[in-house]
């Protein structure tokens, strides 16, 4: 029987990292993420693999519209191509499409600790409890299924399925990769050395917060869409928006403070992020260019720098979208699925051959 390859002997630098289908992505998950998987791209070896995937099992945690969900993927995947996602450097696909996701993901959970699971925080804030004790209450109960309870497991089977040495995640994430570490740890000591440890890559940007409600994190989930700009409104939308943004009527110039002045600081930050690279070395720099501005010529200055750096996007999107009435987009990800496909099928083999499965 052949051996299983030493992990940590043979790995090349490989970045995964996946976003759920919630159609057009607004600022935030284009700041937080997105910009960045497109730097990460652009800044890569040419022997680096990488891998962007749209976690669309993870979706299902929650119910779902199949004729929506079916158009979000398409949606996000254009979004993934028009931030600069290249499928000819990317392997761009549905995490679907891939059935050793699911398959791993049971290998694994023979390993996960419930212990650990359970002080996990997403499934915590998905139904609205403080901890695990909650879950005393029959109604805390009801809420919880088992596929977000063992969301981290089958986030851990994306990763070192294809032997991710590096995953590009926000702060709030940073929890799962650290869970993802110690599963793949757990599969190692009992099996040997076959599944990569990941390590982090923090995104540099601070998460965006709503333009409505700037005390939460902008999200698709809020009804209220004045309260987030997607990467493909319109210049009047991006103004619109911006005019509407919750600010305050605090007396003299734009100031810096996330306590006091939420929504200020907000933009303050959506301003230093989508200028151009190199017009401010901090946000002291970004306060000290908005002195002497109202709060109307603040947010118009916002607006417009807004606009310019979404213009291309925008029009990328529109462009990867409508092209061939889709069906472009449907070879891009079938092409990418089978490259994923592919590299996951070495993986499934060393896990089979070292658990006595092969």
């Not at 158009?71 to 050793?100: H, K, N, T, W």
């Not at 799962?176 to 757990?186: D, L, P, V, Y």
């Not at 002195?291 to 291309?312: C, M, N, T």
């Not at 490259?339 to 089979?352: E, P, Q, S």
Request: aromatic share 6%; hydrophobic share 40%.
């Amino acid at each position: 029987m052949l051996q299983p390859r030493p992990a940590a002997a043979i790995r090349r630098r490989t970045i995964f990292s996946g976003i759920q289908p919630t159609g057009i992505p607004h600022l935030g998950n284009y700041l937080g993420a997105l910009q960045q998987w497109a730097k990460i791209q652009n800044e890569s070896a040419l022997d680096a693999t990488l891998l962007f995937c749209i976690v669309d099992l993870h979706a299902i945690t929650v119910p779902q519209d199949p004729v929506a969900l079916r158009e979000s993927r398409r949606q996000m995947l254009a979004s993934l191509m028009a931030v600069g996602l290249d499928p000819q450097r990317s392997i761009l696909f549905y995490q679907s499409s891939v059935p050793a996701h699911a398959e791993l993901m049971w290998i694994l959970s023979c390993q996960a600790s419930v212990g650990y699971l359970s002080r996990m925080t997403q499934w915590k804030s998905k139904i609205g409890v403080a901890d695990s004790a909650s879950l005393s209450d029959p109604a805390s109960r009801k809420k919880l299924k088992l596929g977000l309870f063992s969301y981290p497991v089958l986030q851990t089977a994306d990763i070192v399925l294809y032997g991710a040495t590096h995953v590009p995640v926000g702060a709030d994430q940073a929890q799962h990769i650290e869970f993802a570490r110690e599963c793949a740890n757990s599969f190692n000591h009992v099996y040997g050395p076959v599944l990569a440890l990941p390590q982090t890559i923090l995104s540099p940007a601070k998460r965006v917060m709503s333009l409505a409600k700037p005390s939460a994190k902008m999200s698709k989930s809020d009804p209220d869409p004045k309260s987030r700009i997607l990467i493909s409104d319109s210049p009047e939308t991006i103004s619109a928006k911006l005019r509407a943004a919750l600010t305050d009527s605090v007396p003299g110039d734009v100031s810096y403070d996330t306590a006091a002045r939420p929504g200020v600081s907000n933009l303050l930050e959506i301003l230093w992020h989508l200028s151009p690279e190199g017009t401010y070395e901090g946000i002291e720099d970004v306060v000290k260019d908005c002195q002497g501005l109202s709060l109307r010529a603040f947010k118009e200055k916002v607006a417009g720098v807004a606009e310019v750096h979404l213009r291309p996007i925008r029009k990328s999107y529109e462009e990867a979208y409508k092209k061939e009435e889709g069906r472009a987009l449907d070879e891009v990800e079938k092409n990418g699925a089978e490259r994923a496909r592919a590299v996951a099928a070495k993986t499934m083999v060393d896990v089979k051959q070292a658990m006595g499965l092969a």
